[in-house]
Nanobody, 125 residues
């Protein structure tokens, strides 16, 4: 599976961005999709994740109520809508896929098999 993340950019605090993650290759196998972020000098953290059928999601406490996650399997694309952005949301955001997870929503980076290239999100104050 190849993942291509897009949608990052520079935005003022309070603004919105929508990240997209397009999957290609072996997309016929069920996979959960996760969005991680990593700022310089910090560990990679899970921001949000969604199960194959979208029935289960995980949203980090730091973005709960601001970053809904969704996916459209017909388009092999996942989305992270980022609202009410804060300067502390500034980071490189990565999408990832966990093959064969089915209903399960993995929470560890080591549970994910494939990673996109990352997209930079910068929020100015």
């Amino acid at each position: 599976v190849q993942l291509q993340a897009s949608g990052g950019g520079l935005v003022q605090a309070g603004g919105s961005l929508r990240l997209s993650c397009a999957a290609s290759g072996r997309t016929d196998s069920p996979y959960a999709m996760g969005w991680f972020r990593q700022a310089p000098g910090k560990e990679r953290e899970l921001v949000a994740a969604i199960s194959w059928n979208g029935g289960r999601t995980f949203i980090s406490e730091s973005v709960k109520g601001r970053f809904p996650i969704s996916r459209d399997n017909a388009k092999n694309t996942g989305y992270l809508q980022m609202n009410s952005l804060k300067p502390e949301d500034t980071s490189v955001y990565y999408c990832s896929a966990a093959i064969g997870s089915g209903w399960y929503v993995p929470s560890l980076a080591t549970d994910y098999d494939y990673w996109g290239q990352g997209t930079q999100v910068t929020v100015s104050s």
